[in-house]
């Protein structure tokens, strides 16, 4: 009886192996579709980000830390997340690699820190110094080193993120990536909606009307679709829609995730 068990489970556990073999195989086939990392509130204590793989619909908690995970910000070569997280004093800023791994605190520690960006050329990583006003930024190497206040009274967070290179589009609007569309929501005919236009607001037409209020939507990184969350019964999920050029019909969302948690923040990768 013991042999026949243990032939019985070694043929499971074969076929077991066969098939996760086979749908690993099959997600490795399935084409790039992009990913993206985003903050998840499965608690509302303790938050984590998430990458998810949009063309194999497979995510990973990247930080699983019993502490606030948040904010993520990819650096302009999709190696890196700039991030916010208090498992160190207060609100810091710290870096990991796209796999979670390689965790290190960029801040000083002693500060309450916020709304971490990178240089256009990756080379610097700039923030607010919440505990020091609105206008305080910090500015910090991805190795830590040359960490300094680079706004004063006659040098603005605006004219900082200019010098760097950093996308300065305002929170109700914005830009494409190649600058010749801007985004934005707006309240029409009973309903919130997605809609495209010109720079200078004109010839706008409607993506997809949103069920609910929505975070401000972002753009892929070559301006095809569109990413947001929208909140439906206390909680929120991911949607997918694309943005074709020569369309002017609206387009039906994909929804990304079904949830219990709370998702927001999104922020794509830039295609490694």
């Known amino acids: ?141 991805p190795d830590g080193s040359d960490l300094a206040q680079v706004t004063s009274d006659q040098v603005t967070p605006g004219m900082v993120m200019l010098d760097l290179g950093i996308e300065t589009n305002s929170i109700t609007r914005l830009t494409s990536p190649d600058r010749t569309r801007i985004m934005f929501l707006s309240y029409r005919d009973d309903a919130w909606g997605v809609f495209i236009a010109n720079p200078d607001r004109t010839d706008d037409r409607l993506v997809t009307t949103l069920t609910h209020y929505s975070e401000m939507p972002v753009w892929s990184p070559d301006g095809t679709r569109v990413l947001y969350t929208t909140w439906e019964r206390g909680t929120s999920d991911l949607y997918l829609v694309d943005v074709p050029p020569d369309s002017d019909a609206p387009m039906t969302p994909i929804r990304l995730t079904r949830t219990r948690g709370i998702e927001s923040s999104p922020a794509w990768r830039p295609r490694p």
């Not at 068990?5 to 043929?11: D, E």
């Not at 303790?46 to 699983?64: E, K, M, Q, S």
């Not at 997280?85 to 801040?107: C, P, Y």
């Open 1 to 141: 009886m013991i042999a026949i068990i243990g032939r019985l489970c070694a043929a499971l556990c074969l076929i077991w192996a066969g098939a996760w073999i086979a749908a690993a195989r099959l997600a490795a086939a399935l084409p790039y579709a992009g990913e993206i990392a985003y903050m998840v509130y499965d608690h509302p204590i303790n938050p984590d980000i998430y990458l998810h793989d949009i063309g194999r619909g497979v995510r990973h908690n990247l930080t699983a830390h019993p502490a606030y995970d948040g904010a993520p910000a990819w650096s302009p070569d999709g190696a890196w997340i700039a991030f916010l997280s208090d498992r160190e004093r207060g609100s810091q800023v710290f870096i990991m690699n796209a796999s979670g791994g390689d965790v290190r605190r960029l801040s000083d520690g002693r500060g309450i820190y916020g709304a971490p960006r990178w240089s256009a050329d990756g080379t610097r990583i700039v923030f607010f110094a919440l505990h020091l006003g609105t206008n305080a930024l910090y500015s910090v190497r």
